[in-house]
């Protein structure tokens, strides 16, 4: 295989960008080898500028569901880009999309529209703190939940994967506002409300987390999130930016049965374009300006490429295709399970509808902890190993990982033969 050029790329965008990188896992940090620069995609591929070809299972760090550059879409937005490509005035194409999402998610009242993950997660907490009156917000050890300061506080994704408790830049008084808990730990949070209830504005969660690896909130713990918000006078926050139209066809809520306050959007929703959203109960999505006094806005909100990116991306998800993706993720899955007792490797693979991640540990893997004690070693060398048989996996194992509707059994075949031979080479 080839690298020169992209070899040659990563020099030249070090001289550009911290880290030659615009975002800081894509720097390939926590795995061996230098990241691949990518030319193109189309489908479940990626083609890097040496002329490589990768079944991608990063898609985008989770948005492009329907494969990249899936034909419906691409029409769709060329169409749209000929009609301008941003107003900063209301279009109907943001009610469309709006519609279809209030058909899919009923808990969606009212919603916002904005420009990324952060934004949502960012938007929705100020809004529980507006509505509430209250500063503090809990939050739980390796959950992501974007970049913004309230959340640089044990937050999952690249904050993990590079080892940042808390990141510099955040003020002391911003990083006391945050309380993290343990996930699934439902004793420390009842402790928690009972000492510090009256000032909680809120709770956010990953239902499924995916920024410390693939780990699923059990049922009982989500509920009593439920209970005690709803007890103390606190808002219950989904971040579904990963979940959403993943976990199940209507995301985390549809896993666990259960309603939040407020919930928010990204990745998906936006087809492979900048966009995402925050909604939730109309009584308190009306303290949002214009509306209430909570201020939020955004010049390029509600993006009219985004929107039809957008809704075109989810009008093509039906029920069958997301059946035939989560079958597809079983296959792969089932397949690594077989492997792992084959060469008797120490391996937990976990699947939540279209998303799968994998721990080299000895025993189910339920929160940040467990996740961190994971071999890192033998990750980044299975990693580096499949990346040269041509399969592209997330860069680290703080990250989840995800099906299309592009990749084919055949695809599911040749990524478990390059595992085969992987652990072979380190196991065998
Ligand atoms: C990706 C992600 C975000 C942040 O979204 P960006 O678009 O990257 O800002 C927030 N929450 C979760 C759960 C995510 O996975």
Redesign the pocket.
Known sequence: MQTQQSKFAFEQAQAVFPGGVNSPVRAFKAVEGNPVFIDRAKGAYLYDVDGNRYIDYVLS??PMILGHAEDRVIEAVKSAVECGTSFGAPSPLETRLGQHLQERIPYLERMRMVS??????MSAIRLARGVTRRDKIVKFVG?????SDSFLVQAG?GVATFGLPNSPGVTEATAQDTITLPYNDKASLQTCFEEMGSDIACVII?AVA??MGLIQADHDFIHVIRELTSQYGALFII?E???GFRASYTGATGLYGVEPDLL?F??VVGGGFPM?LFGGKKKYMDYIAPMGAVYQAGTLSGNPIAMTAGYETLVSLTPEIFKDMEGRTSQLCQGLKELAVRYQIPLQVVQVGTMFGFFFNERPVRNFEDSKASDQEVFARVHAGLLKQGIYLAPSQYESNFMSAAHTKEDIDQTLQAFDTVFGEIYG
């Not at 990324?116 to 997660?121: D, I, K, L, R």
């Not at 959950?143 to 970049?147: D, I, N, Q, S």
Request: hydrophobic share 20%.
């Open positions: 760090w989770g990324s993950g952060t934004e949502a997660t959950c992501y939940h974007g970049h994704s990953e995916g920024n971040d930016v990963m979940t928010c990204g990745k995402a």
